[in-house]
């Protein structure tokens, strides 16, 4: 049975196995925090089935996603790459005109009836493309490094501002993704001192603009959901002595009910489909998962699926010393910190560690595009893993095949 395995899946064993857990307890996790979706459905079209059926063929959709990446070699998924970044830069536009609001953000596009975020195409493509850029520095060379140093920053400052309109976390994900890149890349220090210090003179900057600036200016244009981050930032850094912060207001419910959710939970939990706060909590089956998971599975879950995506992390980081070439262990870093420091967003934003972000939790979380973009996240990782096994054999092969043979009649 597991020779069996092996050959369907040519993937790294421990990475498959993380994909496929984490796939298995969505569809769970799914069917007891959607339970106002599961009675809107049933009010609407008659079946209470709806989510969670909708759900799971995204998670099949993509392990069918993964599966077949998986046998592409990376070579290829780089070309593409610089394909997806001009499609995705073309889209990201389009979502400033023409986009499809929801929970007062236009993050989707309609096209040909299917919806999704423009976004989640653009981190994967522009992950890929920066990946060969750092590649492709030559060793004690200034004016390489230079060179791919500012293709990097100017392709990534594009996309991050079309993005940040109306995704703020999503756009500071990315951008520290890509700086962590750099960071392991080799950039020099001084370079990425500089742009840390602009980033930070430019927030802090901001924030302060922002407060002072009348509510009429920032109703429309690039600032009309700037009231909403300044929100988000003030209920986070309030003192923990204020009591207000514990009133619940539309600002300050969700956290507050995730709170609730998370200390109902203790360490073994209430039990698979015995939430209380997911009735009360408008985003349980999204932003705030991590806290039903909480709730009904208890701390031990929690733990649990923490370990899951840092086992992720740590089998990622041993594929990639194994890499003979930049490129590839780049790519798989990159996205494996797209998966797993946004997994750690969500989870510290549903435990309040964190100010609301709206950050899914991959694989978890309800959302299409999410479920369907880290399904090839990971169909990538494998592939590398795949490939990397392939060209160890190889050598194998090659170095039996040097072994001189010596004939019984020459002893």
């Known amino acids: 049975?597991?020779?069996f395995f092996k050959k369907i899946l040519r993937g790294d064993t421990t990475i498959w196995i993380v994909f496929l857990i984490l796939c298995i307890g969505s569809v769970v996790i799914m069917y007891s925090?959607?339970?106002?979706?599961?009675?809107?459905?049933?009010?609407k079209q008659g079946?209470?089935?709806d989510p969670i059926l909708k759900h799971a063929g995204y998670l099949a959709l993509g392990i069918i996603i993964a599966y077949v990446?998986?046998?592409?070699?990376y070579k290829y998924i780089k070309i593409l790459s610089y394909f997806g970044l001009i499609v995705s830069l073309i889209l990201l536009?389009?979502?400033?005109?023409?986009?499809?609001s929801e929970n007062d953000a236009t993050r989707w596009i309609d096209l040909f009836g299917i919806r999704f975020q423009p976004s989640e195409i653009a981190k994967l493509s522009l992950v890929i493309v920066c990946a060969d850029f750092i590649s492709r520095i030559k060793d004690n060379d200034p004016d390489s490094e230079r060179i791919y140093f500012w293709r990097i920053i100017i392709c990534t400052t594009i996309i991050c501002l079309l993005i940040l309109r109306e995704n703020l976390s999503t756009a500071l994900l990315l951008f520290g993704v890509i700086f962590i890149l750099m960071l392991i890349g080799r950039i020099s220090l001084k370079r990425l001192g500089i742009?840390?210090?602009?980033?930070?003179?430019?927030g802090v900057s901001g924030y302060f603009i922002i407060k002072v600036l009348p509510s009429d200016s920032k109703e429309k244009g690039f600032f009309h959901r700037a009231d909403t981050w300044v929100g988000r930032i003030d209920n986070f850094i309030s003192g923990k002595g204020n009591a207000e912060k514990y009133v619940k207001t539309d600002e300050t419910q969700q956290p507050i009910t995730a709170k609730i959710a998370i200390a109902s939970g203790g360490a073994f939990g209430v039990g698979i489909g015995n939430s209380v706060q997911r009735d009360y909590l408008s985003l349980?089956?999204?932003d705030f998962i991590y806290a039903i998971v909480i709730e009904e599975g208890g701390l031990i879950i929690g733990v649990i699926l923490i370990l899951l995506y840092l086992i992720l992390l740590f089998r990622t980081g041993q594929i990639a010393t194994k890499c003979t070439t930049v490129f590839p262990a780049m790519l798989v870093i990159g996205l494996c910190l797209m998966?797993?420091?946004?997994a750690f967003v969500s989870m510290a934003v549903a435990t309040g560690l964190g100010p609301v972000t709206g950050q899914p939790l991959p694989l978890i979380s309800r959302g299409g595009t999410s479920i369907v973009i880290t399904s090839v996240y990971f169909g990538i990782i494998l592939g590398v893993t795949r490939q990397l096994k392939e060209e160890q054999r190889g050598e194998e092969t090659v170095a039996e095949a040097e072994i001189p043979v010596v004939e019984l009649d020459e002893l």
Do not use: C, E
Request: no cysteine; proline share 2%; net charge positive.
């Open 1 to 3: 049975m597991n020779s």
């Open 33 to 43: 925090a959607s339970s106002t979706l599961a009675y809107a459905a049933a009010r």
């Open 47 to 49: 079946s209470y089935f």
């Open 69 to 73: 990446i998986h046998f592409i070699p």
């Open 93 to 100: 536009i389009l979502v400033q005109f023409k986009g499809v």
């Open 195 to 202: 742009i840390v210090g602009i980033l930070l003179i430019t």
């Open 284 to 286: 349980a089956y999204s």
């Open 339 to 342: 998966i797993v420091i946004q």
